[in-house]
T-cell receptor, first 117, second 114 residues
Framework: AQKITQTQPGMFVQEKEAVTLDCTYDTSDQSYGLFWYKQPSSGEMIFLIYQGSYDEQNATEGRYSLNFQKARKSANLVISASQLGDSAMYFCAMREGSYQGAQKLVFGQGTRLTINP | SAVISQKPSRDICQRGTSLTIQCQVDSQVTMMFWYRQQPGQSLTLIATANQGSEATYESGFVIDKFPISRPNLTFSTLTVSNLSPEDSSIYLC???????????FGDGTRLSIL
């Protein structure tokens, strides 16, 4: 069964606009973690933001914020004031189990974000 | 956050040969992970490498094809054996946690098979 679902294969946004990338997840664990990574065309995976299942506040890192809605099992990434350099693939991923335990990640299919000037 | 160095960054190999990818972390970590990303696809975990024990392989991946070494807490290698065009992918190593920091990735190895 698909554990991470990203329903937007591609997104096109005007520069300086905010953009929301959707991610829903499925797990029966109470303890889990959600990640967002950016992958430019060069191929490296750049960590953006992390949300733990017990974190009460939504995570924020600069222009990135994670809209965590636990009851709906969604963890959307919000990028404010988009820039041309934000054009890339974006992956949502989940770690199941406690932080000190299993660390393997399951990835969604990704969303290709294109920022238009 | 920790630095993860992966090499080579890219290679072009002949069918039937093998390629060994190295992953070096600048601090000691318990777990290291190897992922494969086929063209246009998402990342799929190949195996988890713990120091001092055999790697744990995910369904669909076998040790004969993807032997892994983990000689110490900062280093691991992945070998892709008997290369075929289907092995053309980006291979990424990952490690963590680093204190409260979650997993980070190396820059990846882009492998093409002639």
């Amino acid at each position: 069964a698909q554990k991470i679902t990203q329903t937007q294969p591609g997104m096109f946004v005007q520069e300086k606009e905010a953009v929301t990338l959707d991610c829903t997840y499925d797990t029966s664990d109470q303890s889990y973690g959600l990640f967002w990574y950016k992958q430019p065309s060069s191929g490296e995976m750049i960590f953006l933001i992390y949300q733990g299942s017990y974190d009460e506040q939504n995570a924020t890192e600069g222009r990135y914020s994670l809209n965590f809605q636990k009851a709906r099992k969604s963890a959307n990434l919000v990028i404010s004031a988009s820039q041309l350099g934000d054009s890339a693939m974006y992956f949502c991923a989940m770690r199941e189990g406690s932080y000190q335990g299993a660390q393997k990640l399951v990835f969604g299919q990704g969303t290709r974000l294109t920022i238009n000037p | 956050s920790a630095v993860i160095s992966q090499k080579p960054s890219r290679d072009i190999c002949q069918r039937g040969t093998s390629l060994t990818i190295q992953c070096q972390v600048d601090s000691q970590v318990t777990m290291m992970f190897w992922y494969r990303q086929q063209p246009g696809q998402s990342l799929t975990l190949i195996a988890t490498a713990n120091q001092g024990s055999e790697a744990t392989y995910e369904s669909g991946f076998v040790i004969d094809k993807f032997p892994i070494s983990r000689p110490n807490l900062t280093f691991s290698t992945l070998t892709v054996s008997n290369l075929s065009p289907e092995d053309s992918s980006i291979y990424l190593c990952s490690a963590g946690p680093f204190g409260n920091q979650p997993q980070h990735f190396g820059d990846g190895t882009r492998l093409s098979i002639l």
